[in-house]
């Protein structure tokens, strides 16, 4: 009778040398794992600085894929990575699981009862580990741990086989000296990551790789709140430019009197308030990359000195006649239709060519199926460790829902829902539980896919403002104060927002709103 542990070792033997993708790869690498060991979870992580990073799963919920597990928030985990050998912990361990709760296809707060783990080495240096666990505490009494090392280091070869894990490992002082260089140009903050498997997913991540090593200047296009920003980071990351810094700019968060001095710097008595010269974020940006957050909000003055650099890289401070030579590669970014900008009169034609070299548009997350539980998963752990909680799932149900629903403030919506989700399900119990279950109700998401808070103003909403019998001058000016009041209310002030959506040039509702009392 042929031995399991060569029933389970043949097939991945013979994937050695097949081009399989890597998520197909791993997929056979876990069923063949739970062909040798009947269980009900299994999981294969990647080890990237503290945090285990999962690459495929069997059995536990889809959202686990997006979730990131940092070692010093999960002590099995740490314990699994500490040991070269095979770690089995007890049925009484009174050490949480990280998969309390999100073992697949099952209903009710059930809590892994056995659970065992292997570290994987790739050329004696530690890839990351595979877990075991079961709901029945005795399924891993009997197994032959010495099975389990020999599959683990078949499993080893396997994940070498691929391209992916070959650059890893031809690179990975090169990725850690690169973190610490964007670690200092952002703050302490390192790179932020795009997470998402799906088809139109993966065609923006090979846009991103086909423009980064390219010298292009870039437009990022699409709705508010798809991360066109992690997009910026991401191109700058695959250019020539990564070891310098990539510094960002909200042109709609700044006054237009300062945008100027942002960009270009000015010097000491340039303006009122300019106690002391400084550089501006080109001078910063100088051998790497500038990003230019809603570049549509620039007031025109500022667009023709933009067309400047770009076309000379030669800039002024404000205040100053000298110039200052910069090499700056401009990624930029818009919610807005530029061309219509451009027609309208409100945006250079010249600039808008000059940007727009490589468009790139990012879409929106109804458009990408079931990245969604992906990303909420990623929100989840992110909401599980700031809580201190033990365990967070969101229930089938929920997941549905989320997957139904339109978003229409994409992943930024869904970012905050998740977090107001977990407040709202968490305050639902007397005691922090164990297991905290997010149930459809505490998303605040009806089943038709509209979301109550998002909702336009309506013709209704702002007539009780509207007095009879007053004039037309009067009545027009109250309904313009009920559509603007209105609007800042759902962008939280937001004036470039309130613009964009009533379709307005910026300075023209600054100039409006003070005529109407509002600001």
């Known amino acids: 009778m042929t031995h399991p542990l060569l029933l389970a070792l043949v097939p991945l033997v013979a994937d050695l040398s097949r081009d399989l993708p890597d998520d197909e790869r791993y997929r056979r690498l876990l069923r063949s794992l739970r062909q040798l060991l009947p269980c009900d979870a299994v999981a294969l ?5 503290d945090v285990l990073v999962p690459l495929s799963v069997e059995g536990l919920s889809p959202d686990t894929l997006g979730r990131r597990f940092r070692l010093g928030e999960h002590p099995r985990l740490d314990i699994i990575v500490q040991n070269r050998e095979p770690t089995r912990f007890s049925t009484d361990c009174d050490l949480p699981d990280p998969y309390d709760g999100l073992v697949d296809g099952l209903h009710g707060h059930l809590e892994v009862h056995d659970c065992l783990g292997c570290p994987l080495y790739v050329q004696d240096t530690l890839w990351g580990v595979i877990t075991l666990d079961s709901l029945d505490p005795s399924s891993f009494g009997g197994v032959d741990l010495g099975n389990l090392q020999a599959f683990a280091s078949l499993a080893a070869a396997t994940v070498m086989a691929s ?11 090169d990725q850690r000296q690169l973190a610490e260089v964007y670690k200092r140009a952002a703050g302490g903050r390192g790179p932020r990551e795009l997470i998402g498997q799906s088809a139109v997913h993966r065609r923006l991540q090979q846009e991103i790789q086909l423009v980064g090593n390219s010298p292009l200047t870039v437009l990022i296009t699409g709705e508010t709140g798809v991360g066109k920003e992690l997009v910026a980071e991401a191109i700058h990351l695959q250019s020539p430019r990564a070891q310098k810094p990539l510094i960002s700019l909200n042109c709609a968060a700044l006054p237009e009197l300062l945008v100027e001095s942002e960009l270009f710097g000015h010097l000491k008595g340039a303006f009122s308030g300019a106690v002391s010269g400084r550089s501006g974020k080109f001078e910063l940006a100088d051998g790497g990359s500038i990003f230019l957050d809603e570049v549509g909000e620039l007031p025109l003055p500022v667009q023709s000195k933009l067309l400047r650099v770009l076309q000379s890289g030669q800039l002024q401070r404000v205040g100053s006649d000298q110039e200052h030579h910069v090499d700056v590669r401009i990624i930029a970014a818009t919610n807005r239709d530029l061309a219509e900008e451009v027609r309208a009169g409100r945006f250079r034609a010249d600039l808008y060519h000059r940007l727009s070299v490589y468009p790139l548009v990012v879409p929106p997350l109804r458009e990408r199926g079931k990245d969604v539980l992906l990303l909420a998963g990623y929100f989840l752990e992110e909401n599980r460790a700031r809580m201190g909680l033990r365990s967070l799932r969101m229930s089938p149900d929920a997941q549905k829902l989320l997957v139904a629903y339109s ?16 407040l709202k399900a968490l305050s639902g119990h007397s005691e922090r539980p164990r297991i905290l279950t997010i149930e459809p109700g505490a998303l605040g998401l009806d089943e038709g896919g509209a979301h109550g808070s998002e909702t336009a103003p309506t013709l209704a909403s702002v007539m009780p403002m509207i007095k009879p019998g007053e004039g037309l001058k009067e009545t027009v000016d109250a309904f313009q104060k009920g559509l603007i009041t209105d609007a800042l209310s759902r962008h939280q002030g937001k004036w470039a927002e309130v613009a964009r959506e009533l379709n307005l040039d910026r300075a023209n509702l600054s100039r409006l709103a003070r005529r109407l009392g509002i600001r």
């Open 163 to 173: 391209d992916r894990i070959n650059h890893l490992a031809r690179s990975v002082e």
């Open 407 to 422: 978003w229409p403030g994409n992943v930024r919506e869904l970012e905050h829902l998740i977090s107001r989700a977990v």
């Open 45 to 49: 992580l990647k080890l990237e600085d």
